[in-house]
């Protein structure tokens, strides 16, 4: 099962940052955290993943704290379209094809 | 921008009967996935692929389910003898061997009658 723990919604204001939080106190030294999102039914998509270093790319910032047990997603500016479910999901290892456990994740409104 | 492509987005089939969902991975990727997701519950991993193998499964694996790669670009999962319940959203995922991050398909929607 997942190894995580996200709250289960949360609401956002248009173009305002969006943090979304997790736990993962179990997490072992060689387990990535990833971010995925779902909207509607469609496929996850990839947004974000690191091991310990904070990450950013052109969709979110990752914040991982020093010992690891949590992390913290940011949308910077949070458009409607942002709206859909967050997870949150530690992995062992890349490039091994391992699978990713997806919890029931954080579901994000994001307000007009 | 490379996608994973799923087809059908829909298929109806009769309880009992064979059916056969394909995939068409992102090109240069190794490993694959196939994933399902029942209506309002949490996505469940089915399988993972490497060099024409499977490298992982899950307990919802099992003997009715089967993956193949038959050619160089088709993945496919098929399932002999379908039940009500394997009505889902499956979804097929790829990755690289020098990324870290899956990519998904926009899914196909199996409803068993």
């Known amino acids: 099962d997942a190894k995580t723990t996200q709250p289960p919604s949360m609401d956002c204001a248009e173009g305002r940052a969006a943090n979304l939080p997790c736990n993962h106190s179990t997490i072992s030294g060689n387990e990535y955290v990833y971010w995925y999102r779902q909207i509607h039914s469609q496929g996850p998509q990839y947004i974000i993943h690191?091991?310990?270093n904070n990450e950013t790319n052109e969709m979110a910032s990752l914040i991982i704290t020093e010992d690891r047990k949590s992390s913290t997603l940011i949308l910077p500016h949070a458009t409607l379209r942002d709206t859909a479910v967050y997870y949150c999901i530690v992995r062992v290892g890349i490039y091994t094809g391992n699978q990713f456990y997806f919890g029931t994740g954080t579901s994000l409104t994001v307000i007009p | 921008e490379p996608e994973v492509t799923q087809t059908p987005s829909h298929q109806v089939t009769q309880m009992g009967q064979e059916v056969i969902l394909r995939c068409v991975p992102i090109?240069?990727?190794?490993?694959f996935y196939w994933y399902r997701q029942i209506l309002g519950q949490k996505v469940e991993f089915l399988v993972s692929?490497?060099?024409?193998?499977?490298?992982?499964k899950s307990e919802i694996f099992d003997d009715q389910f089967s993956v193949e790669r038959p050619d160089g670009s088709n993945f496919t999962l098929k399932i002999r003898s379908t039940k009500l319940e394997d009505s889902a959203m499956y979804f097929c995922a790829s990755s690289a061997p020098t990324k870290e991050e899956a990519f998904f398909g926009q899914g196909t929607r199996l409803t068993v009658v």
């Open positions: 692929f490497y060099n024409n193998e499977i490298s992982e």
């Open positions: 690191g091991l310990k």
């Open positions: 090109s240069n990727h190794l490993y």
